[in-house]
């Protein structure tokens, strides 16, 4: 520490930005291993893996199942818990994802804290009848008498490269529509965990989607033992004054770099936020940033009719209508089913973005 002092006082050789820097490393170093611990480098895979160890190791009524989950999973999220747990709280599944959830219900609504793990979001449609018409609905239909609020579902999401028709979709619309369940999707590794364990301790069931090609794209230092982060709360990454721009999950990368261009070629400054919880999300942050900038550009990988950025914009229009210059931009994906080698085409890249947002400043 008296060397890191030091060296931030050493304003002779250093420019006042860079020891600017200095200071908010060092300080977001102390306030992460004095609150949460030790940490360690992890991408965004092992730590939804130090997320569910924990778990296994804190709740002996917690499960883990899923297709070749106790294998370690196509993605390696769960290699090594079998050995360390036990075969009765890591196991394979069949291949039947309605099989799958309904056990996961069942498990929950008899106490265990149940962790499904659907092998690619793609393949979530088969068990869409157990999430919206029982998971989602067993309270309710019960008078709150009986719950499977402990019940997580997992699973690969969105855009991988060469995923095509039915390894690279986002899902996450033909849920939000269904009250009583909440759904989540991380930007990284400290995120991931703290909002997997989150939904894990959640008494509503949860479905976590895990941006598959994140799994190994980013390494960061992320604490080692239990820690949360709240669901429900939008997260501003970067504060600006004349456009809003929102997304999740890999999307909020792309978000960054064209607020970066933005400022670089334009002088337009960004505020960027991420959602993180699809539902229910953060409506107050949301209006409250686009009050202040007066234009907003919400951009998702799945097609653009009917995807979440719709919900966002109705209620940014109800809310905000007299503070907005310009209307508000979607940047999406198209209405098509997933391409092959067209995906390049595909996503919305941070050149339509860049796009949308000299269209909005030009208004």
Known sequence: SVMIWVHLNNKSKRSEGVTNAFVCIYVTFLFVFKFLGPTQKMNLFQSVTSALDNTLASDPTAVIFGEDVAFGGVFRCTVGLRDKYGKDRVFNTPLCEQGIVGFGIGAAVAGATAIAEIQFADYIFPAFDQIVNEAAK???????????????????????GH????????????????????????????QAKG????????????????PKILYRAAVEQVPVESYTIPLSQAEILQEGSDVTLIAWGTQIHVMSEVASMAQE?????????????ILPWDIETVCKSVVKTGRLLISHEAPVTGGFAAEISTTVQEECFLNL?????????????????????????????FDAIKKMIHF
């Open 195 to 210: 909002l997997l364990l989150s939904c894990i301790a959640d008494k509503n069931p949860c479905i976590f989607f895990e």
């Open 163 to 190: 995923g095509s028709l039915y390894h690279s979709q986002s899902p996450e619309a033909f849920f939000v529509h269904c009250p009583g369940i909440k759904i989540v999707v991380p930007r990284g590794p400290v």
């Open 265 to 277: 070629k334009l002088g337009v400054s960004c505020e960027v936020i991420d959602l993180r919880t």
């Open 325 to 353: 210059e310009a209307p508000i931009s979607r940047v999406c994906g198209y209405d098509t089913p997933f391409p092959h080698i067209f995906e390049p085409f595909y996503i919305p890249d941070k050149w339509k973005c």
């Open 138 to 160: 067993y309270r309710y239909r019960s008078g709150n008498l009986f719950d499977c609020g402990n019940l997580t579902i997992r699973a690969p999401w969105g855009c991988v």
